[in-house]
């Protein structure tokens, strides 16, 4: 069973629970679904958040602390070649990319395990564009923006953009409807 974040034409949101992704394009491809609020038949898959297996999560933390070993010694490396102070802290580490995450899977997985891997990593990339194409970036600001929507002082659409933890707590206090992405960096491929 899949469960998939729907939209109908008037952008009512709803969730609807299916066999596959075969059974969702079946049943809408055939006015099969509708809207519980309006009744609307004309439905679309809309931006939903998966859900990451803890193995995969550990995977890309291994790989994070890869990627963050690899800059340490690069920089020790330039540091100790060019005589000059390292960077400060505040600079982030590069994030991994899809490939360092499938790269630093345990070797217990099988070729079907790092299929499904590849996979969520391909949908979360799928996410980011979608987020990026339909809703507005307000970056450190998107705590201050999400509570101007909520209040009713800006009008509502998508936004994405960065909130610290303390933020995040807060507006989860007062209610705020937001829900936290794993942001992916982009690849060439």
Request: glycine share 4%; charged share 25%; net charge negative.
């Amino acid at each position: 069973m899949i469960l998939f974040a729907l939209k109908c034409s008037s952008d009512h949101r709803f969730e609807g629970w299916f066999r596959n992704g075969a059974a969702y394009d079946e049943q809408a491809a055939s006015h099969l679904i509708a809207c519980p609020v309006c009744g609307d038949s004309a439905v679309a898959k809309a931006p939903m958040a998966p859900r990451i297996a803890k193995g995969v999560a550990k995977a890309v933390d291994r790989a994070h602390e890869a990627a963050q070993a690899k800059d340490a010694a690069t920089e020790t490396k330039d540091a100790n070649a060019n005589a000059a102070a390292p960077a400060p802290p505040s600079v982030p580490a590069t994030i991994p990319t899809p490939a360092d995450v499938v790269a630093a899977l345990p070797p217990t997985l099988n070729d079907a395990q790092r299929e499904a891997v590849a996979e969520v990593m391909r949908q979360l990339s799928e996410v980011r564009r979608t987020v990026e194409k339909n809703c507005d970036y307000v970056g450190d600001r998107f705590a201050e923006e999400a509570r101007r929507i909520h209040y009713g002082e800006a009008d509502p659409r998508g936004i994405y953009g960065e909130a610290s933890s303390e933020d995040v707590e807060e507006l989860n206090e007062e209610g705020v409807t937001f829900h936290r992405i794993p942001w992916l960096p982009r690849t060439d491929s």
